[in-house]
Every structure is written in C-alpha cells, then in structure tokens.
C-alpha cells in the first residue's frame, strides 16, 4: 500500500520471511545499543510466529525505510510476556519501531506506527516500552505513558505505554 510517512512517499506492507531480513537485522542493530537490539534470529521467529504483526516501510527506490514488529501476549506486560508469541493473547506487544537515520525526525515513525494501529482490529490492547526520549513520539500515535516498566531490558528504565486501537492515534490523518 503508498503512503505518505511524514513527507517520504513509501510502500508499507509485511517483509517477505527470509529475503529481507539482512536489512532489517542491520538497521534494528544499528538503531538499538547491543543489549537492546533484537538478534536476527528473535527478528526471524517475529516474522514467522507473527507476520501480521510486521510492518516495513519502502521507499520509491524500495529500499528499507522503517519496520514495526510486534507480537501477542497476556496482558500483563513482563520480560517473558515481551519474548514469546501467543496467537491468542489479546495483547499486543510492539517490539521494535525502527526508522533508518537519514529519515528519522520527518514523522515517518509516527507514521508508520499509525498505519500498523489502523491495520489491527477495534478495541486491541497495545503495548510498548520506551525510553524517556522517545515518550512524545509514541504520545503523537495516541499512547498513554504508565510511568516506569518492570520490565528489564538493557540498561536503564524503560516506560510503559498502552492505547486501545479505535482510539485518538486511528483518528489522526
């Protein structure tokens, strides 16, 4: 599907498992410091446990813009929720939202995790981590900050944000 992520006209759609998984692997290492970044074997399982859940962006020569990868899980939100996929659990765990450098502060993340918000059924539970810094961005796509995780991972304190899809973030053009 075209869109327009911020002012980069892309292609948005689910990674083809195995082909272009070297690019996403390389920008989720370059994005994230290395007790963070998801391995590409975990970026893999992601794709192939949870294809729905993976959504990349292209831009108009096709080459990687961004990717948001996800899964599902019980609704309470801990480390071993976040590293394993239950195709029932009614919650759904964005991983990673990754945006290649050169396009980073143009909206495309906001975008993108827009369009991987529309593309999920009314009244899905989301969550996520994220760093202090990164806050305002997922605020922008209709989360709600709940204060500092317990969830470990890497260094430092991650927060915990939720929305319900159907909400504010599927309403903004």
């Known amino acids: 599907m075209a869109v327009m992520l911020g002012d980069i006209p892309a292609t948005v759609r689910t990674p083809v498992v195995g082909i272009e998984l070297d690019e996403i692997a390389a920008l989720e290492t370059a994005s994230y410091a290395a007790d963070e970044a998801a391995s590409p074997p975990a970026l893999a399982q992601r794709l192939k446990v949870a294809p729905e859940l993976f959504l990349a962006a292209y831009d108009s ?102 929305m319900e899809t159907g909400g504010p973030a599927d309403k903004v053009a």
Request: glycine fraction near 8%; hydrophobic fraction near 45%; charged fraction near 20%.
């Open 61 to 162: 020569v096709g080459t990687l813009l961004a990717f948001v990868c996800g899964t599902r899980s019980a609704l309470q939100l801990t480390a071993e929720s976040m590293s394993t996929h239950d195709p029932d659990g009614p919650l759904v765990c964005i991983h990673s939202v990754v945006t290649r450098p050169d396009a980073r502060r143009r909206g495309v993340a906001v975008q993108l995790v827009r369009e991987y918000l529309r593309a999920l059924p009314l009244h899905t539970e989301v969550a996520l981590i994220a760093r202090t810094h990164h806050v305002p961005l997922y605020k922008r796509a209709g989360f709600v900050s709940l204060g500092p995780s317990a969830v470990e991972h890497g260094a430092g304190v991650w927060m915990e944000m939720r």
